[in-house]
């Protein structure tokens, strides 16, 4: 079935580490976003691409990088810079950017400080 | 911030239809409505949209308002998997940031 697929579902991460979360969609969407969730928050927006080889910083980009090499995958790197990088991070794709179709999620990664 | 005002939570027998309520006063005649729902531990999951007319599939109903100031979700026969958090969005189809702004949404128990 088509859908988006993020891992790993538990990610540790010690002081000054940097680490990468993937997300991968078989679903031939052309747009993908990064949001994060904190405890009883609703979604704030990291990064976007909306085609290859392009992304665009969303609200809280800082201490965060992200790369669009290929359609189908955008990984998220959350990096030292980033501190306090202990959340929910939300994959999401949508067939095409600025169009009435609904954002579609993946099933999340749970990020936490060692 | 979220445009739009839904009940903190409700609670539903199992079997009845679940009516979730969802206040947008003041949206643009070309912002669609847009209904996610999250279970715990889980990614929001797209159940609906729509703009001006009622919509169903094969999850639920949205009835959106003449003035299309509120809309409201109908689960039609709740199920124990319904339990989760439900979110209303106001969103333009060609914005600029394009980005979803979740509210703190609904909380819905189905009640056995």
């Known amino acids: 079935d088509g859908g988006i697929t993020q891992s790993p579902k538990y990610l540790f991460r010690k002081e000054g580490q940097n680490v990468t979360l993937s997300c991968e969609q078989n679903?031939?969407?052309?747009?993908m976003y990064w949001y994060r969730q904190d405890p009883g928050q609703g979604l704030r927006l990291i990064y976007y691409?909306?085609?290859?080889?392009?992304?665009q910083k969303g609200d809280i980009a800082e201490g965060y990088s992200v790369s669009r090499e290929k359609k189908e995958s955008f990984p998220l790197t959350v990096t030292s810079a980033q501190k306090n990088p202990t959340a929910f991070y939300l994959c999401a794709s949508t067939r095409e950017r600025r169009s009435n179709q609904p954002q579609h999620f993946g099933d999340g990664t749970r990020l936490s400080i060692l | 911030d979220a445009k739009t005002t839904q009940p903190p939570s409700m609670d539903c027998a199992e079997g009845r239809a679940a009516n979730l309520p969802c206040n947008h006063s003041t949206i643009s005649g070309n912002e669609y409505v847009y209904w996610y729902r999250q279970i715990h531990s889980q990614g929001p999951q797209y159940i609906i949209h729509?703009?001006?007319n009622n919509e169903t599939n094969e999850m639920a109903s949205l009835i959106i308002t003449e003035d299309r100031k509120s809309s409201t979700l109908i689960l039609p026969h709740a199920t124990l998997r319904d339990t989760a958090v439900y979110y209303c969005i106001v969103r333009v189809g060609e914005n600029r940031d394009d980005k979803i702004i979740f509210g703190k949404g609904t909380r819905l128990h189905i009640l056995p």
């Open positions: 729509g703009l001006k």
């Open positions: 679903l031939n969407h052309d747009a």
């Open positions: 691409s909306q085609i290859v080889n392009d992304f």
